[in-house]
T-cell receptor, first 116, second 112 residues
Framework: DAGVTQSPTHLIKTRGQQVTLRCSPK?????VSWYQQALGQGPQFIFQ???????QRGNFPDRFSGHQFPNYSSELNVNALLLGDSALYLC???????????????FGPGTRLTVT | LAKTTQPISMDSYEGQEVNITCSHN???????ITWYQQFPSQGPRFIIQ???TKVTNEVASLFIPADRKSSTLSLPRVSLSDTAVYYC?????????????FGAGTRLAVHP
């Protein structure tokens, strides 16, 4: 099992540009959540996708959008990039109650986005 | 979701037991308590989850008193590789509705 994978690993963009980040969930998981983690802070919830629809959304502007595909993989799109969008973007997947009896959310390694 | 309060940082030495306490005074009846560990430039990793009393796995123990207004993550005999940020989260985890609210976490430094 490959776990949660994200691409690319690192990315450098210029202010005003657009970026797309990709995530493949852990096998058997159908829900994908995206988080933004600024340096020295805890991850902040952006939104969550289930059955190809956005189910929950955090306090992020409409410049942040996403998509989930029939195979449960997901994309995070950010338009009109700002310097403040520089962060580690984390994808997490989850599904039904874990076999251990817990509700565990598995995180990927993240994509480091730098906006110059 | 219930807000959590935990120490900003802690220091320990190899071989010692480390206890990190988290306060969550407004925890709701259906809320679970979950701890994550995060190394630099990596995604958080699930450590342990519990609802009440004590939970133990191969990595840690979680102690939850009867009033559930706090919890303590216990790491036995820490090593240098346990140096990381530890997050306490409280929330309703039902199936796929796992919207996680992270605080600033506790930065644990383990010294030789």
């Amino acid at each position: 099992d490959a776990g949660v994978t994200q691409s690319p690993t690192h990315l450098i963009k210029t202010r005003g540009q657009q970026v797309t980040l990709r995530c493949s969930p852990k096998s058997g998981h159908d829900t994908v959540s995206w988080y933004q983690q600024a340096l020295g802070q805890g991850p902040q919830f952006i939104f969550q996708y289930y059955e190809e629809e956005e189910r929950q959304r955090g306090n992020f502007p409409d410049r942040f959008s996403g998509h989930q595909f029939p195979n449960y993989s997901s994309e995070l799109n950010v338009n009109a990039l700002l310097l403040g969008d520089s962060a580690l973007y984390l994808c997490a997947s989850s599904g039904a109650l874990d076999s251990t009896g817990t509700y565990e959310q598995y995180f990927g390694p993240g994509t480091r986005l730098t906006v110059t | 979701l219930a807000k959590t309060t935990q120490p900003i940082s802690m220091d320990s030495y190899e071989g010692q037991e480390v206890n990190i306490t988290c306060s969550h005074n407004n925890i709701a009846t259906n809320d679970y308590i979950t701890w994550y560990q995060q190394f630099p430039s990596q995604g958080p990793r699930f450590i342990i989850q519990g609802y009440k009393t004590k939970v133990t796995n191969e990595v840690a123990s979680l102690f939850i008193p009867a009033d559930r207004k706090s919890s303590t993550l216990s790491l036995p005999r820490v090593s240098l590789s346990d140096t990381a940020v530890y997050y306490c989260l409280v929330g309703l985890f039902s199936g796929g509705y796992n919207k996680l609210i992270f605080g600033a976490g506790t930065r644990l430094a383990v010294h030789p």
